[in-house]
């Protein structure tokens, strides 16, 4: 089993939409949880740390699931601009070294 | 939020040469960056830690002669591609861990890239 998994997708979605992708961890002792955004051939970008209180920022609201193991990301209100790869990143109790998910990738269509 | 930068941005270098690309975290002191390189459509895939005064760990199956990696000090990583061939083409990507905030202990910040062409 990986260690983070999120599905490829690619989720596909009109303009206003509400989307909202699942990421699964296998390490309970996973301490910090983020998500970040890849657009193509760039470099992925920081979107939001996820706490255990869940996060939220503008359209994106982030929530931690301990109990099963998973974090998620919603997306309300979807823009053109919003179409990118979403990597999931957990770093593991006693390790800085972060682990990524494959990435999930999502097309806002007009 | 935090800048790292990377240079050079794209660079083609004919086979057998050597490359080197910069790391900078311009804003806040790295101990800890790490060396990515990514092919199209693909994950990204970790090639090494590299830690500010020590030898650098690579990830299983990156040969470290190959790929050399010097961390001088807290704001510089380097990675030199040493004879190059067109295998070696790819996306090389750096990020910085930086102290987050609250639960978040560490934030990575990333680099812009690298896309380095081997002919």
């Known amino acids: 089993r990986k260690e983070v998994e999120q599905d490829p997708g690619p989720f596909n979605v009109p303009e206003g939409a509400t989307v909202a992708f699942n990421c699964t961890y296998s390490?309970?002792?996973?301490?910090?949880f983020f998500w970040y955004r890849q657009d193509c051939r760039k470099e992925p970008k920081l979107l939001m740390s996820v706490y255990s209180s869940g996060n939220e920022d503008g359209r994106f609201t982030a929530q931690l699931n301990r109990a099963s193991q998973y974090i998620s990301l919603l997306i309300r209100d979807s823009k053109l601009s919003d179409s990118a790869t979403y990597l999931c990143v957990v770093n593991s109790g006693g390790s800085y070294i972060p682990t990524f998910g494959r990435g999930t990738s999502l097309i806002v269509h007009p | 939020g935090a800048v790292v930068s990377q240079h050079p941005s794209r660079v083609i270098c004919k086979s057998g040469t050597s490359v080197k690309i910069e790391c900078r975290s311009l804003?806040?002191?790295?101990?800890?960056m790490f060396w990515y390189r990514q092919f199209p459509k693909k994950s990204l895939m970790l090639m090494a830690t590299?830690?500010?005064?020590?030898?650098?760990?690579?990830e299983q199956g990156v040969e470290k002669d190959k790929f050399l990696i010097n961390h001088a000090s807290l704001t510089l990583s380097t990675l030199t591609v040493t004879s190059a061939h067109p295998e070696d083409s790819s996306f090389y990507i750096c990020?910085?861990?930086?102290f987050g905030r609250g639960e978040a202990f560490y934030e990575q910040y990333f680099g812009p890239g690298t896309r380095l062409t081997v002919t």
């Open positions: 590299s830690n500010e005064g020590s030898k650098a760990t690579y």
């Open positions: 804003d806040f002191q790295a101990t800890t």
């Open positions: 390490n309970s002792a996973s301490q910090s």
């Open positions: 990020s910085a861990n930086r």
